[in-house]
């Protein structure tokens, strides 16, 4: 089992930053993939990032792509989501997920609460 806690949310005006973090507990996460996710109001759930267990394979969606910047510190089982450039496009509920391997799905093994972003001015 691993336990999945989402830190860093907030309220930012358009041009802000937020960086956001992902917790892992009750297990090793150094042999998961861990992703983000994001879900507005009234909009289905969409992969933001995702990091290998070894940092070698990074994906983000094209919408963030130059804007956001994912890593990992295995040493501390943490993963973060470095958010530049917010827009309000960005406003929605941030989730961490994880699987073993090293891809995501859009169906992960665990996840997290998720933290509100707000992108507002």
């Known amino acids: 089992q691993l336990q999945l806690v989402e830190s860093g949310g907030g309220l930012v005006q358009p041009g802000g930053s937020l960086r956001l973090s992902c917790a892992a507990s009750?297990?090793?996460?150094?042999?998961?993939?861990i992703g983000w996710f994001r879900q507005a109001p009234g909009k289905e759930r969409e992969g933001v990032s995702c990091?290998?267990?070894?940092?070698?394979?990074?994906d983000y969606t094209d919408s963030v792509k130059g804007r956001f910047t994912v890593s990992r510190d295995n040493a501390k089982n943490t993963v973060y989501l470095q958010m530049n450039g917010l827009e309000t496009e960005d406003t929605a509920v941030y989730y961490c997920?994880?699987?073993?391997?090293?891809?995501?799905?859009?169906?992960?093994?665990?996840w997290g609460q998720g933290t509100q972003v707000t992108v507002s001015s």
């Open positions: 997920a994880a699987r073993i391997g090293e891809y995501c799905r859009a169906e992960m093994a665990y």
């Open positions: 009750g297990n090793n996460a150094d042999y998961y993939a």
């Open positions: 990091i290998s267990p070894g940092s070698t394979r990074i």
